[in-house]
């Protein structure tokens, strides 16, 4: 069964330094997502992502964040400026089609931990 | 604004007994429903959805959800419960009714589910 994956699995930065949390959706979905959970707490949403932009971004999302689909089969998250709260499991999501009701389904899973 | 409440952090059952771990939604339109589940160090695995039709929607692993609109509530069940199936349970909402580019899921806080040997 296809999967989403998710690379690396774990990422340890130094704060103000720049990631890049890189994502291999599922092959035949259009839809692009990433949450972000901070740890103890709920899944958040950031930023969805279709046709080659962002559909849907949320407060968090902010100016030191961007998405990028550089090839035809990655997905990434680059955090320019890394600060101690970005601390968190990122999450990638795909979905296939543009009927609503599909699922999203998630990836493995970044742990970014920024000192 | 969609939100959806989890209102037990913890819930434990025995060995073989029914479990029910709650969820109740708030959206301006009709909802999409969804729960995930999350094991230790793994990420989110889709366990079911409702979208429209028969409220009881059957899933993954024995898992069941109830939709009930009155309630506003999409309760996750299964009738006999395994050791295996404790993990930390999500429910998620989306608005049936959003424009495009409303895609996100809103979560709830999460469930732990222990299920005692």
């Known amino acids: 069964e296809p999967e989403v994956t998710q690379t690396p699995s774990h990422q340890v930065t130094q704060m103000g330094q720049e990631v890049i949390l890189r994502c291999v959706p599922i092959?035949?979905?259009?839809?692009f997502y990433w949450y972000r959970q901070i740890l103890g707490q709920k899944v958040e949403f950031l930023v969805s992502?279709?046709?080659?932009?962002?559909?849907?971004k949320s407060e968090i999302f902010d100016d030191q964040f961007s998405v990028e689909r550089p090839d035809g089969s990655n997905f990434t998250l680059k955090i320019r400026s890394t600060k101690l709260e970005d601390s968190a499991m990122y999450f990638c999501?795909?979905?296939?089609?543009?009927?609503?009701?599909?699922?999203?389904?998630f990836g493995p899973g970044t742990r970014l931990t920024v000192l | 604004a969609q939100s959806v409440a989890q209102p037990e952090d913890q819930v434990n059952v025995a060995e073989g007994n029914p479990l029910t771990v709650k969820c109740t939604y708030s959206?301006?339109?009709?909802?999409?429903l969804f729960w995930y589940v999350q094991y230790p160090n793994r990420g989110l695995q889709f366990l079911l959805k409702?979208?429209?039709?028969?409220?009881l929607v059957k899933g993954s692993y024995g898992f069941e959800a109830e939709f009930n609109k009155s309630q506003t509530s999409f309760h996750l069940k299964k009738p006999s419960a395994l050791v295996s199936d404790s993990a930390l349970y999500f429910c998620?909402?989306?608005?049936?009714?959003?424009?495009?580019?409303?895609?996100?899921?809103?979560f709830g806080t999460g469930t732990r589910l222990t299920i005692i040997p």
């Open positions: 999501a795909s979905r296939p089609t543009s009927g609503p009701a599909d699922t999203q389904y």
């Open positions: 092959s035949n979905h259009l839809y």
């Open positions: 992502f279709y046709n080659n932009e962002i559909s849907e």
């Open positions: 959206v301006s339109g009709n909802p999409y």
């Open positions: 409702y979208i429209t039709g028969d409220n």
């Open positions: 998620a909402v989306r608005d049936m009714g959003s424009n495009f580019g409303n895609e996100k899921l809103t």
